[in-house]
């Protein structure tokens, strides 16, 4: 059988930095600063993401996010490999449970982009995800504890696993008396929106389960229109539409640029759900914003915005039982 097109796609994703940037149409002296091929979490950007950049803009927000710096080198005495406490969260192999009500299922390590940024970039994977073999183990834990009623398929990103396997999954979970709703983390719908199959609807659709996904975008400009129609279709089948964004210098740390995100996702179906202070996690630290800023944007969000458009400005601290909003940091 042929793999489908969205996997096709994931194939020809960049990985190389030279032919991102002859394709962006840009030089490494343009760069601002020193690039080096990481070993590890190197490059990865899908052609449909990079589609959405600006050629030729050194500064773009979406190229910010994917291009690999040398800044990545500095070392930060509070930026860690493992920034929230994942390690010790993990309850049985390929699941956390840090807050009651929820569980969090890596469901794979694989992403289709690889966000500079991101907080699990040293989460050492390697067997701690959710393979078949642990799956069962998961599903034992979930039947001994009646309060979980939510489970999160996460990762890496969950749609990275092809129909076959998540159908089988969330089939299972379904089995699961006291389980309400299944959420899905995912960034895939913004680098790479023919993910959103027939397949796949089939599958969210059909399940008892109601169905929640929270996609992760940062900029207004990854609102792109082939997006705009997988969110369309997701809406029309019932699914609540949710994003995360990850508050980052140099690419979402304005006032406009939040307020536009804001409403564009509402434009597009999705509602604001949280506006994270970035993780402190070892080689992001050229993206953190300062506390006093977060709080003063957020101000101006809520001046700006109608309150169902004003995501909640919170911060991940180890061993709480919940995200913190930053006012009580
Ligand atoms: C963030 C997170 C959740 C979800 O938290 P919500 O506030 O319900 O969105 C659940 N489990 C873990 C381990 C998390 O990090
Ligand atoms: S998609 Fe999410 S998990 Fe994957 S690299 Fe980006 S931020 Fe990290």
Same mark, same amino acid.
């Given at each position: ?14 990985? %190389? ?8 149409? *840009? ?47 500095? !070392?930060?005495?509070?930026?860690? !490999?493992?920034? @929230? ?27 289709? @982009?690889?966000?500079? #940024? ?25 039947? !001994? ?5 939510? @489970? ?39 680098? *790479? ?6 397949? *796949? ?13 929270? *996609? ?38 304005? %006032? ?16 604001? #759900? ?14 953190? @914003? ?40």
């Amino acid at each position: 059988m042929q793999a489908p097109d969205w996997q096709q796609a994931l194939k020809q994703a960049f990985s %190389e930095l030279d032919e991102l940037l002859r394709y962006l149409k *840009l030089t490494e002296q343009e760069l601002k600063s020193p690039l080096k091929n990481p070993e590890s979490f190197g490059l990865r950007v899908p052609r449909e993401f990079a589609d959405l950049i600006r050629k030729g803009d050194p500064s773009d927000p979406l190229l910010l996010q994917v291009l690999p710096s040398g800044l990545e080198a500095i !070392t930060h005495p509070f930026f860690k !490999t493992d920034p @929230v406490g994942d390690l010790e969260a993990r309850t049985v192999p390929g699941l956390l449970h840090k807050y009651q009500g929820r569980v969090l299922i890596m469901a794979t390590g694989a992403c289709a @982009v690889h966000c500079r #940024y991101c907080f699990r970039r040293h989460y050492p994977y390697t067997g701690a995800t959710a393979s078949p073999q642990k799956w069962q183990g998961i599903l034992d834990y979930l039947r !001994t504890d009646p309060s979980i009623r939510e @489970v999160i398929l996460s990762g890496g990103d969950p749609l990275m696993l092809e129909d076959d396997r998540l159908g089988e999954w969330i089939e299972q979970l379904a089995g699961i008396s006291q389980l309400q709703r299944l959420r899905l983390h995912t960034r895939l719908p913004v680098v *790479l929106p023919q993910r959103i199959t027939g397949g *796949l609807m089939d599958l969210l659709s059909r399940s008892p389960l109601q169905p929640v996904i929270v *996609l992760h975008i940062n900029h207004p400009r990854e609102l792109s229109p082939a997006l705009i129609t997988a969110t369309r279709t997701l809406q029309a089948a019932g699914i609540t539409l949710l994003n995360q964004s990850v508050l980052l210098r140099g690419v979402n740390d304005s %006032e406009q640029t939040l307020i536009t995100l804001s409403e564009a996702l509402f434009a597009g179906g999705i509602l604001p #759900y949280y506006l994270h202070m970035l993780d402190r996690v070892a080689g992001a630290s050229h993206f953190e @914003v300062s506390t006093e800023k977060a709080k003063k944007l957020h101000r101006e969000m809520r001046q700006n915005l109608p309150g169902y458009l004003v995501p909640k400005l919170v911060r991940e601290i180890s061993g709480k039982g919940s995200k913190t909003p930053l006012d009580l940091t």
